[in-house]
């Protein structure tokens, strides 16, 4: 088991899936994590005994609807409040699904650019002066599909792209102190509204190099380098998605 080396890592959307390993793996790594959750309560709270049986007092849980912009900065308040310190931030919440052009709400609107561009925004200059202070970093979970956008997901892809250019533009506005970088999935893990068939996923999957599917611990390990092995890195997103984006 690794030992608690202090720093500090505030992972949004952190209760389940891809945000749960993101949080085991940086605790695996000697991080203690603050989990912020939305609704998954249960989910939370199970993660949270699990990571402070392993280290006491090392993950606390924290509960904010991050379309709430105004109460963002309570988020890294209480962070710091809790641990004395901030040395990540992890933009990982994310809304998606399907937008038709011709079929998009302002609702739909502020669901996918709230999520996935609008709070890591403003979480982001939230957490500026505590990652000055540590000289830390943030990490922003975009998507291959800003770049290639994914039909019928039209607002989606589009709220990615603008987290996308966002990463690179945090890296040159908090220069030299913080490193801004993103890490862009491919097929790792399948939504789970079924929103891909069984045939659909099957062809996702033979479009990548590798053509099999990727698992979260892949994301995972990507975070925990971009955070712990990378200190000449900033303003990159590296795509971990079996070549599916030389591929398409």
């Known amino acids: 088991m690794a030992i ?15 945000g ?28 949270l005994d699990e990571l402070n049986a392993r ?14 912009t105004a109460r963002l900065p309570e988020l890294v308040d209480k962070t710091v409040a809790k641990f004395g310190r901030l040395d990540a931030l992890i933009n990982n919440a994310s809304s998606f699904y399907p937008t038709p052009v011709g079929s998009i709400t302002l609702r739909d609107w502020d669901d996918l650019t709230g999520s996935n561009f609008r709070a890591p925004l403003f979480l982001s200059q939230a957490a500026a002066p505590a990652l000055r202070d540590s000289g830390g970093c943030i990490v922003n979970i975009a998507d291959i599909h800003a770049d290639r956008p994914l039909p019928g ?30 890490v862009a999935p491919g097929p790792i893990q399948w939504p789970e509204n079924d929103l891909f068939d069984a045939a659909e996923r099957e062809r996702i999957v033979q479009q990548t190099l590798l053509r099999r599917e990727g698992h979260p611990q892949d994301i995972a390990r990507t975070v925990r380098f971009l955070v712990d092995d990378a200190p000449y890195i900033t303003g990159q997103i590296i795509a ?4 599916r984006s030389v591929h398409l």
């Open 153 to 182: 997901y039209a607002l989606y892809s589009a709220s990615k792209g603008a987290l996308a250019t966002l990463t690179r533009a945090l890296a040159i506005e908090l220069a030299p102190q913080v490193r801004v970088n993103g």
């Open 20 to 47: 749960a390993q993101i949080a085991r793996t940086l605790h695996d790594g000697g991080w203690r994590v603050a989990i912020h959750y939305r609704q998954s309560a249960e989910e939370a709270l199970l993660l």
């Open 4 to 18: 608690e080396h202090g720093r500090v890592a505030l992972i949004t959307g952190a209760a389940r899936r891809l």
């Open 240 to 243: 971990v998605d079996g070549g």
């Open 55 to 68: 280290r006491g007092k090392s993950a606390c849980c924290l509960s904010a609807d991050l379309l709430d």
